[in-house]
């Protein structure tokens, strides 16, 4: 059964920082692209960011743009989001998806997890 796991998440102050991990498990996502995905309470899900297998195409929301920073370990069928300068409106459940190519849409993911709670205080 192929899962994904999100984990790092909690409260933090204005300008602080966190980081998410995802683990990947029941198989490796050889060329599957992977990223990550929030939804803020009363808001729809929106894209964060998403790194392919290679490194080679990485992709940022503008909102997140100089602040957050997706990497992955193939080895360890891992993908972390390193957040910096968190603000109030970053606040919301993170979720990793993964999809075979170089980017990844939340609604053609066939594999999501459940997701991690980031809340940012003023």
């Known amino acids: 059964q192929v899962q994904l796991v999100e984990s790092g998440g909690g409260l933090v102050q204005a300008g602080g920082s966190l980081r998410l991990s995802c683990v990947a498990s029941?198989?490796?996502?050889?060329?599957?692209?992977m990223g990550w995905f929030r939804q803020a309470p009363g808001k729809e899900r929106e894209f964060v960011a998403a790194?392919?297998?290679?490194?080679?195409?990485?992709e940022y929301a503008d909102s997140v743009k100089g602040r957050f920073t997706i990497s992955r370990d193939n080895t360890k069928n891992t993908l972390y989001l390193q957040m910096n300068n968190l603000a109030p409106e970053d606040t919301a459940v993170y979720h990793c998806a993964a999809q075979r190519g170089v980017t990844v849409k939340w609604n053609e993911s066939p594999y999501r997890g459940q997701g991690t709670l980031v809340t940012v205080s003023s």
């Open positions: 790194i392919d297998w290679s490194h080679t195409t990485i």
């Open positions: 029941g198989r490796i996502f050889i060329m599957h692209a």
